[in-house]
């Protein structure tokens, strides 16, 4: 298997045998997808809304904000909240699970190190397994 795909492999069990980065990656797409679910309604409420007041029709207004613009602004801001906590509680990768990978036999180190994140390589590596970085040869 080469060694990208090894990676690869590697990357996806070790992700997925650590519940506390998918909660946190599920709160992110849920944050985006609240953000444009919320925006177009917000827009839409808005333009009903300045609609209606023009035509002095205050109580179709006023249930245009109630039934539209408030809960926008209620997804808008909950959006805004997981995204940042997405943003400012970043989490180091997971480590790599060693039963999740395809292959046991890895070389030693050979003292070779990831000049990103420090992690220790395997004589063969051509990608770091802890951040991913493409090891340079020589």
Do not use: D
Request: charged residues 15%; proline residues 7%; aromatic residues 8%.
């Amino acid at each position: 298997m080469p060694s990208f795909a090894r990676f690869a492999v590697q990357r996806n069990c070790a992700i997925l045998k650590n519940p506390k980065r998918v909660g946190i990656m599920v709160r992110l797409i849920l944050g985006i997808l609240l953000g444009f679910w919320g925006l177009p309604l917000l827009v839409f409420s808005a333009q009903n809304l300045i609609n209606c007041l023009n035509e002095n029709e205050s109580k179709a207004a006023l249930m245009f904000f109630f039934a539209t613009g408030l809960p926008s602004l209620i997804m808008l801001l909950g959006s805004f909240l997981l995204i940042r906590n997405y943003t400012k509680n970043p989490t180091k990768p997971a480590p790599l699970a060693k039963s999740c990978s395809p292959h046991t036999g890895l070389s030693s180190t050979n003292g070779r190190y990831c000049t990103k994140c420090g992690s220790e390589l395997a004589a063969e590596a051509v990608f770091c397994p802890n951040c991913g970085q493409k090891i340079s040869v020589g």
